[in-house]
């Protein structure tokens, strides 16, 4: 009795899974269900596809675009996969121009103050200037050259004066230290001095001599050029004694500068 028990249960299994094998195989069973299922696939690929050459057609402020040689994803395929192409060209252009002109201009002028520019030369010379010439008791044998400006603008004593007693044929040299380092300018009313040593303390020059006569020379803008007029100032009545020695100042602001050498 177990064994026709378990002859039956058998039997009926095989039964049961003959009948659903038949079910798989009539096209009506599970693999309707997947079949079913791709072709969505296939077409959601196609139409992804299909979109891509419109978005890719257009650039730019202006422009044309076509597609050609393409096609969808349901062009060529079977089943999941499928094959497609597309191309596309497109194409802009632009042109645009701007042009800008522009000037400005401006013109000023002014004037007020004082002139900038170098005052003009005006020498002193015996023209417009009182000349005086004395000896002073010191240093000893020393004189005193005074100029004084009598006219009505400024006049310039450039250099040291060029002196000259009577005939004699030779100038007397200045002592170079002491230039001074500008022009001495002198306004209306103003004086000017120079220094001379006329002979040696200790004796020590030659060719001793009594001036009577003394000429004193100015200079122009350039170390012994021509200042103009010279002036002949009155000496004492015994004359001034003076030797190889004599030497003169450049021309100074103030006597004792000019007294100092």
């Known amino acids: 009795m177990r064994i026709s028990r378990l002859q039956l249960l058998a039997a009926a299994g095989v039964a049961v899974a003959s009948?659903?094998?038949t079910a798989c195989q009539d096209g009506t069973g599970t693999r309707d269900e997947g079949a079913s299922a791709s072709k969505p696939v296939a077409s959601a690929s196609s139409d992804s596809s299909s979109q891509a050459p419109k978005e890719g057609a257009a650039s730019g402020?202006?422009?044309?675009?076509?597609?050609?040689n393409g096609s969808?994803?349901?062009?060529?395929?079977?089943?999941?996969?499928g094959k497609g192409s597309s191309s596309g060209?497109?194409?802009?252009a632009g042109k645009g121009s701007s042009s800008g002109q522009g000037s400005s201009a401006g013109k000023?002028?002014?004037?007020?103050?004082?002139?900038?520019?170098?005052?003009a030369f005006n020498p002193c010379n015996g023209s417009n200037t009182s000349v005086?010439?004395?000896?002073?008791?010191?240093?000893?044998?020393?004189?005193?050259?005074t100029v004084k400006n009598t006219g009505s603008k400024n006049c310039d004593l450039t250099y040291y004066p060029v002196l000259r007693f009577d005939e004699m044929q030779w100038v007397p040299q200045p002592v170079e230290d002491s230039k001074p380092q500008a022009v001495v300018t002198l306004a209306p009313?103003?004086?000017?001095?120079?220094?001379?040593m006329l002979s040696a303390a200790d004796g020590s020059g030659a060719g001793g001599t009594t001036g009577k006569k003394l000429a004193v020379g100015f200079q122009g803008r350039t170390p012994n050029s021509d200042g103009g007029p010279a002036a002949i100032p009155s000496l004492p009545a015994a004359g001034v004694y003076y030797d190889s020695s004599l030497t003169v100042t450049y021309w100074q602001y103030s006597k004792d500068d000019a007294l100092t050498y």
């Open 189 to 196: 009313g103003e004086s000017g001095y120079a220094g001379v």
């Open 132 to 145: 005086s010439a004395a000896p002073v008791s010191r240093p000893v044998n020393h004189m005193l050259i």
């Open 72 to 81: 969808g994803g349901d062009a060529a395929g079977s089943g999941d996969s």
């Open 108 to 119: 000023g002028s002014g004037s007020g103050g004082s002139d900038d520019g170098p005052a």
């Open 89 to 92: 060209q497109g194409s802009s």
């Open 61 to 68: 402020d202006k422009g044309n675009g076509s597609t050609a």
């Open 19 to 21: 009948l659903a094998l």
